[in-house]
């Protein structure tokens, strides 16, 4: 690499990390605060608790199932159950292929709803329609929803009963910071989950 592309590189990266501190200041705790409640209170009822999201969301979601299922409720009485819609890939190609990607969620989720589940969608741009149908569908069959979304929230943000909205426009970014918040929540969790 030469010199000017070291350069360039240096002032990028402190730039990256300068906009991502900026954002952090503008999270409300009152967001984390009712997003754990809802955690909680599935927890609570013995709910299960679905997520799901597309592309780079799809990752967020899938990972935050993995430190609840096991990094919250290994050794455990008590666990959290938790499924991430977006990883059963078999059962997401044949809706695609067969019905719509627009269903891949919700079809799924219809096998294993009940009432007082709890629902999360990931959505960078708060306008997934597979995502927005899935929430659509638990509002009318009594689920509780939760969006976590970016871009001022997008049609995610009114449509669920809650939401947790990282306040960019670069989606890098609120990738970024929705996988921050569902690893402060990992360790909230961990640290307050007294069940044995």
């Known amino acids: 690499m030469n010199e000017n592309h070291s350069l360039a590189s240096s002032v990028f990266i402190k730039s990256y990390l300068s906009e991502l501190t900026n954002l952090f200041t503008e999270i409300n705790p009152k967001d ?34 993995c430190d609840i299922n096991k990094g919250v409720s290994y050794k455990k009485q008590k666990r959290y159950k938790m ?4 990883d059963n890939i078999p059962t997401m190609l044949a809706y695609a292929n067969d019905v719509s990607y627009d269903d891949v969620f919700v079809e799924q989720l219809k096998n294993y ?8 969608g990931v959505s960078g741009s708060g306008d997934s329609k597979n995502v927005l ?26 449509l669920a009963h809650k939401s947790f909205v990282i306040n960019s426009n670069d989606m890098q970014k609120i ?10 929540a990992m360790q909230w969790l961990s640290l307050h989950n007294n069940s044995t």
């Open 113 to 120: 709803m009940a009432g007082d589940d709890l629902i999360i």
């Open 32 to 65: 984390f605060e009712i997003f754990i409640g809802e955690l909680i209170g599935a927890y609570n009822r013995n709910s299960q608790i679905f997520i799901c999201g597309n592309g780079g969301s799809a990752s967020t979601a899938s990972h935050f199932a």
């Open 83 to 86: 499924i991430c819609l977006n």
């Open 133 to 158: 149908k899935v929430i659509e569908y638990a509002n009318k069959n009594g689920g509780r929803t939760l969006g976590i979304c970016g871009f001022g929230g997008g049609k995610l943000k009114d």
């Open 175 to 184: 990738e970024d910071l929705h996988m921050i918040i569902f690893h402060c």
